[in-house]
Nanobody, 123 residues
Framework: QVQLVESGGGLVQPGGSLRLSCAAS????????VGWFRQPPGREREFVSL????????YYEDSVKGRFTISRTSSSNMVYLQMNSLKPEDTAGYYC????????????????WGQGTQVTVSS
């Protein structure tokens, strides 16, 4: 089991930027993937982005393409989500999660989850 701890959330104005961090303790294998999900108020958890741990391949939900960038530092088991040009509709709790499948967009296929960090985009 891998423990995940997110940080970096906060209040930002529309058009601003935030960088979320996810610190993972435990072994992440090259066949695994680490992703970010978000859950807006009153809505279900939704996929945002994923990075394949071994190859570094990245995937994004359409509404964040070109604005968000996922990256990882394998040596320190850190995953980042750089969020630029933030919009009010990006407001949500953001969660880091790990899957053994390497790639998935389904929350049910992720084994380990962090506690989340809140991002609020408002003027």
């Amino acid at each position: 089991q891998v423990q995940l701890v997110e940080s970096g959330g906060g209040l930002v104005q529309p058009g601003g930027s935030l960088r979320l961090s996810c610190a993972a303790s435990g072994r992440i294998f090259s066949s695994h993937g680490v992703g970010w999900f978000r859950q807006p108020p009153g809505r279900e958890r939704e996929f945002v982005s994923l990075i394949r741990w071994g190859t570094g391949g990245t995937y994004y939900e359409d509404s964040v393409k070109g604005r968000f960038t996922i990256s990882r530092t394998s040596s320190s088991n850190m995953v980042y989500l750089q969020m630029n040009s933030l919009k009010p509709e990006d407001t949500a709790g953001y969660y880091c999660a790990k899957t053994r499948r390497g790639y998935s967009r389904l929350p049910a296929e992720f084994d380990d989850w962090g506690q989340g960090t809140q991002v609020t985009v408002s003027s």
